[in-house]
């Protein structure tokens, strides 16, 4: 089982960026992904990326926002998120999973039931 620890969340207000960080251990997973829950809301999955990075899935919602990377050799997955919205306030959570987790992604966003690892969460806030 992959194991996370996640950083870089922190208060911001509209506009600004902010970039979390997930490290993976032992390594990182076929599939990565960045899930988000804001308080009395449903977990959304925001990103995804395949193993070696080459294909990335993104909701509607962040698509040309944010932009989740990874490097193999740090076992590191990023999400870059830039001009951030009060929207974005949720707690962002980390997951892994084969690559059918990324297959999963639709036009209704990805089956969090595939991700079969999940970190922690680190919590963003964003202030008008």
């Known amino acids: 089982e992959v194991q996370f620890v996640e950083s870089g969340g922190g208060s911001v207000r509209t506009g600004e960026s902010l970039r979390l960080s997930c490290v993976a251990s032992?390594?990182?997973?076929?599939?990565m992904g960045w899930f988000r829950q804001a308080p009395g809301k449903q977990r959304e999955g925001v990103a995804a990326i395949y193993a070696g990075g080459a294909r990335t899935r993104y909701d509607g919602s962040v698509q040309g926002r944010f932009t989740i990377s990874q490097d193999n050799g740090k076992n590191t997955v990023y999400l870059q998120m830039n001009n951030l919205k009060p929207e974005d306030t949720a707690m962002y959570y980390c997951a892994a999973g084969t690559l059918w987790a990324c297959n999963s992604w639709s036009s209704s966003g990805p089956d969090s039931t595939r991700f079969g690892s999940w970190g922690q969460g680190t919590l963003v806030t964003v202030s008008s």
């Open positions: 032992p390594v990182i997973d076929s599939c």
